[in-house]
């Protein structure tokens, strides 16, 4: 099994031509709510690639929290460690201009409340094999799951996103760092990959950084870096690539594949939710997964 220990956000999705000026206002094409989330999407990733997931966090007590949970289950993915919270669940306010450029406003609502870890979830967590991470809780909250991850034995797969600094402790508990290209280089300060991912070997015994239609670089200490190449596919929408990728390395990995192999297979299931429109929706099923990644 899999335990995600992340956020839950409603995407609030303004269509416009031209993003607004500070002032101004502007009439708008279209309007979409859509469930988001880095750590709820991890989470629809690996269970629509057939792992059991296990979900931690908080939605708040508004009709998004209801929507929320709703998607996470029909995804498979088991939701009683999400727990309901008052106030708000947390939301993004997502500009979306013709071009394709995005601006985001993320309001933590109910995410902000998850500080630390409940009864019961070491135990979920413990049962796991992996535990993805992200950065869209309280640091609080991601560390104490990392520690929980570590003295367990079960494998922390941490994506840093939002982009922050990182405090030792959580790198200390971290075995594989996953971040993109502009995560890494906000990381290390350093904007070519290769001296990005040996940078962060210093900190963290693996890395995975993301390089979009370019690929992935993997690195492990004392060891050569490899890439591997994308799958060349039409991209449409490239919102959740990188979450899909992280739930399908997880899904790979506690499959027990080698690493070369589980990267491959989880860059055709990136690339797959590239040629779909949507976030949650976009991501393959296993069987699309297996068929693409033998083409
Ligand atoms: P993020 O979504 O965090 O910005 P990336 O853009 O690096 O992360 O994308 C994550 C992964 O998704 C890439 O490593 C690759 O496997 C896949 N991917 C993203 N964009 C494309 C693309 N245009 N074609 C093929 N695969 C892609």
């Known amino acids: 099994a899999i335990a995600v220990l992340g956020s839950t956000n409603m995407d609030l999705v303004a269509y416009v031509p031209k993003a607004p000026r500070l002032g101004e206002t502007v009439t708008g094409r279209a309007f979409r709510t859509v469930p988001g989330g880095k750590g709820a999407n991890q989470a629809v990733a690996a269970a629509r690639l057939g792992a059991e997931v296990v979900m931690i966090g908080a939605v708040g007590a508004d009709e998004f929290g209801v929507r929320l949970r709703a998607a996470l289950t029909s995804a498979g993915v088991e939701t009683a460690a999400l ?21 985001i406003i993320v309001i933590p609502g109910a995410n902000a409340s998850v500080t630390g870890l409940e009864a019961g979830d070491d135990a979920r967590i413990g049962a796991a094999g992996s535990l993805l991470l992200q950065l869209e809780l309280p640091l609080s909250a991601v560390l104490a799951g990392a520690l929980a991850a570590r003295a367990r034995g079960v494998r922390t797969i941490l994506t840093p996103a939002p982009a922050r600094p990182l405090p030792a402790e959580l790198l200390a508990a971290t075995d594989l760092l996953l971040p993109n290209e502009h995560e890494a280089a906000a990381l290390t300060g350093r904007t070519d990959p290769r001296r990005a991912a040996e940078a962060l070997l210093q ?45 399908a390395l997880a899904v790979a990995l506690g499959e027990g594949r080698p690493m070369p192999e589980a990267l491959r297979w989880a860059s055709a299931a990136a690339a797959l939710s590239v040629r779909r429109r949507g976030a949650q929706d976009s991501m393959p099923t296993r069987a699309e997964a297996d068929a693409f990644a033998l083409t």
Do not use: C, K, M, Y
Request: no cysteine; aromatic share 2%; glycine share 14%.
């Open 203 to 247: 900190d963290v015994p693996e890395v995975v950084i993301t390089l979009g239609a370019a690929g992935v670089l993997h690195a492990v200490r004392g060891g050569e870096p490899l890439t591997v190449a994308a799958p060349v596919v039409q991209a449409v929408d490239t919102t959740a690539a990188g979450d899909t990728f992280a739930g």
């Open 83 to 103: 727990r309901t919270v008052e106030g708000a669940s947390g939301t993004a306010h997502i500009t979306v201009d013709d071009e394709g450029a995005n601006s």
